[in-house]
């Protein structure tokens, strides 16, 4: 079975403050989908990244960077120099190719509040 | 192009009535979910549909039901509300079957109370 778990409830930080978000995932599949999700305080859910599970290259787009890691089963998000926009609640979410079908997963959630 | 569609916005409901939440997609994706959300929970899985004329029972299924109206249609009913089923619920609908990689679209999400 998929899990999700991102373990850290919520954040603080001070503006311009690095903070890294966890993501820890289980599955057996040998071919998956790691994905993450922002939720800004108006409600919409926005796609940030997605990643497959044969490619551990670590992505980074501006601010934000994405640290893979498969012999930890971790997909952790880090955003630099942190700004008071970013505020919002971060998901992590997992998709299987074979076992669960078009199954989507998404863990807990963290509430990142980003003070000025 | 509107993406994902979800009627009503906003609802009150009580114990025991029954509704419908209607989620509409037009990207012609294979896949719709429904999800809902509570503090601290994240967002569980009530049902999916891989595909038109699928469904399937996510992590939270009691008391609800579905229906996969056709490609672009995915309902999700209510038979006798509970206050535990008091959440936002959002539809969601990617490409999905084959392909696991691509991302879900949201629609606005559904705030249900019911007391």
């Known amino acids: 079975a998929q899990k999700v778990t991102q373990a850290q409830t919520e954040i603080s930080v001070v503006e311009k403050e690095d903070v890294t978000l966890d993501c820890v995932y289980e599955?057996?599949?040998?071919?998956?989908?790691l994905f993450w999700y922002k939720q800004p305080p108006s409600g919409e859910l926005v796609f940030l990244i997605r990643?497959?599970?044969?490619?551990?290259q670590n992505e980074i787009s501006g601010r934000y960077s994405w640290n893979f890691q498969k012999s930890t089963s971790s997909f952790n998000f880090t955003i630099t120099a942190s700004q008071v926009v970013d505020s919002a609640v971060y998901f992590c979410?997992?998709?299987?190719?074979?076992?669960?079908?078009?199954?989507?997963?998404f863990g807990e959630g963290t509430q990142l509040t980003v003070n000025p | 192009n509107a993406g994902v569609t979800q009627t009503p916005k906003f609802q009150v409901l009580k114990t025991g009535q029954s509704m419908t939440l209607q989620c509409a997609q037009d990207m012609n994706h294979n896949s719709m979910y429904w999800y809902r959300q509570d503090p601290g929970m994240g967002l569980r899985l009530i049902y999916y549909s891989a595909s038109e004329g699928t469904t399937d029972k996510g992590e939270v299924p009691n008391g609800y039901n579905v229906s996969r109206l056709n490609k672009r249609e995915f309902s999700l009913r209510l038979e006798s509300a509970a206050p535990s089923q008091t959440s936002v619920y959002f539809c969601a609908s990617r490409q999905g079957r084959d392909r696991a990689d691509t991302e879900a679209f949201f629609g606005q999400g559904t705030r249900l109370t019911v007391v």
């Open positions: 599955t057996r599949d040998t071919t998956y989908y």
């Open positions: 990643r497959n599970s044969f490619d551990e």
């Open positions: 979410a997992l998709s299987e190719l074979e076992t669960s079908g078009s199954r989507l997963t």
